[in-house]
């Protein structure tokens, strides 16, 4: 009896244990990408100005309306996002700073590592004379990848209206 009951017990740790591994292991393997473009008629070192002047944030980024760090990798950004669900801070590490070419940020969801991973990058790239294809794009993994997938893929959306709105700064050059 009391074999049973030890079974019992092992195997009520171990099953759950078991399916949260399986989970994290297919949310690492199985990322989710939501990516955007836009063409944007300027130069390179003009969009890139505008995407990496984080004072300005506030007078044309309709999500990312406040933002404080360094643009330098290794270094942690603190960004204060708005969009329809209220507003938000979330902490991230640059990865990536290639002048005219590339930004790349890596945070978790809500600080909690293997959640929900994201990696967050905006590219430019030349797309003819005195045009660029600016393209922002984020991967996620993570054991709640598989059940975020709906509210992941709103960021379609919150992509589009802050390459719309870079894109109209750009162009305007303000």
Same mark, same amino acid.
């Given at each position: 009896?009391? &074999? $049973?009951?030890?079974?019992?017990?092992? +195997?009520? $740790?171990? +099953?759950?244990? $078991?399916?949260?591994? #399986?989970?994290?292991?297919?949310?690492?393997?199985?990322?989710?990408?939501?990516?955007?473009?836009?063409?944007?008629?300027?130069?390179?070192?003009?969009?890139?100005?505008?995407?990496? %002047?984080? &004072? =300005?944030? %506030?007078?044309?980024?309709?999500?990312?309306?406040?933002?404080?760090?360094?643009?330098?990798?290794?270094?942690?950004?603190?960004?204060?996002?708005?969009?329809?669900?209220?507003?938000?801070?979330?902490?991230?590490?640059?990865?990536?700073?290639?002048?005219? &070419?590339?930004? &790349?940020?890596? =945070?978790?969801?809500?600080?909690?590592?293997?959640?929900? %991973?994201?990696?967050?990058?905006?590219? $430019?790239?030349?797309?003819?004379? #005195?045009?660029?294809?600016?393209?922002?794009?984020?991967?996620?993994? #993570?054991?709640?990848?598989?059940?975020?997938?709906?509210?992941? +893929?709103? =960021?379609? %959306?919150?992509?589009?209206?802050?390459?719309? +709105?870079?894109?109209?700064?750009?162009?305007?050059?303000?």
């Amino acid at each position: 009896m009391l &074999r $049973i009951m030890f079974n019992r017990l092992i +195997a009520g $740790i171990l +099953a759950p244990a $078991i399916v949260l591994a #399986g989970f994290y292991l297919w949310g690492r393997s199985h990322p989710y990408t939501v990516t955007r473009s836009t063409e944007i008629a300027a130069s390179p070192a003009r969009v890139w100005q505008v995407l990496t %002047d984080l &004072r =300005s944030y %506030d007078r044309w980024n309709p999500e990312i309306t406040d933002v404080h760090g360094r643009l330098a990798v290794g270094q942690t950004l603190t960004l204060r996002l708005h969009s329809g669900g209220g507003a938000s801070t979330v902490r991230t590490t640059v990865r990536a700073a290639e002048t005219g &070419r590339e930004l &790349r940020w890596f =945070s978790r969801y809500h600080e909690i590592g293997g959640l929900a %991973d994201g990696e967050q990058r905006f590219t $430019i790239e030349a797309a003819g004379p #005195g045009r660029v294809r600016f393209t922002q794009a984020e991967t996620f993994r #993570g054991i709640a990848v598989p059940f975020l997938g709906g509210s992941l +893929a709103a =960021s379609c %959306d919150r992509f589009d209206a802050m390459n719309a +709105a870079l894109k109209k700064r750009a162009e305007s050059h303000e």
